[in-house]
């Protein structure tokens, strides 16, 4: 016969802390990873921090203007024409855009209308820009002689892009 056979069966009382020890750091590994996936997953419900602040702060810089003159080909900080209006406040916000009205319609991304934020570009007809602030009114340059104001989008004819 076996010697093996021939032992008794005894618990394995000095393996018992191991175990408890093992059962222990498995647990706050599950836990810490448990918690780390709930972190992940709410990052991934709600919009990047960086683009609703990068919106604000380009409307926040347009605001800043109101009321300085419109100058044709002027890039402020003293006067504006539209094209360099728009540039002025992407910069204000670290984004670099295109200097001419016709070329920021060209670029950015296309934005539905119903779905433009403050911040985004206005663009009409590929002639003029100013910067969306929110319920159907921009913030623009519009022609000499006048400065630099808040008003309705006055026509359908118009285009979203963002930058940011």
């Known amino acids: 016969m076996p010697t093996h056979a021939l032992r008794p069966i005894m618990p394995a009382v000095a393996d018992a802390p191991v175990a408890t020890a093992r059962r222990s750091t498995l647990a ?9 996936v709930a972190v992940a997953a709410l990052g991934a419900c709600s919009a990047p921090a960086n683009s609703s602040t990068k919106g604000a702060q380009i409307a926040n810089a347009a605001r800043a203007q109101l009321g300085k003159p419109y100058v044709y080909g002027a890039t402020g900080p003293g006067s504006f024409d539209c094209s360099g209006l728009t540039q002025y406040v992407h910069r ?3 984004i670099s ?4 009205s016709g070329a920021q319609q060209a670029g950015g991304r296309a934005i539905a209308k119903s779905q433009a934020k403050p911040g ?3 663009a009409i007809g590929g002639y003029h820009v100013g910067i969306y602030v929110g319920n159907g009114q921009m913030i ?10 808040q008003r309705p989008i006055w026509t359908s004819s118009y285009v979203i892009k963002r930058y940011w």
Do not use: E, F
């Open 120 to 122: 985004d570009v206005v």
């Open 140 to 149: 623009d340059a519009p022609k000499t002689g006048d400065h630099v104001k």
């Open 28 to 36: 706050r590994l599950l836990a810490l990873l448990t918690m780390i």
């Open 92 to 94: 204000q916000a670290g």
């Open 97 to 100: 855009i295109p200097r001419t």
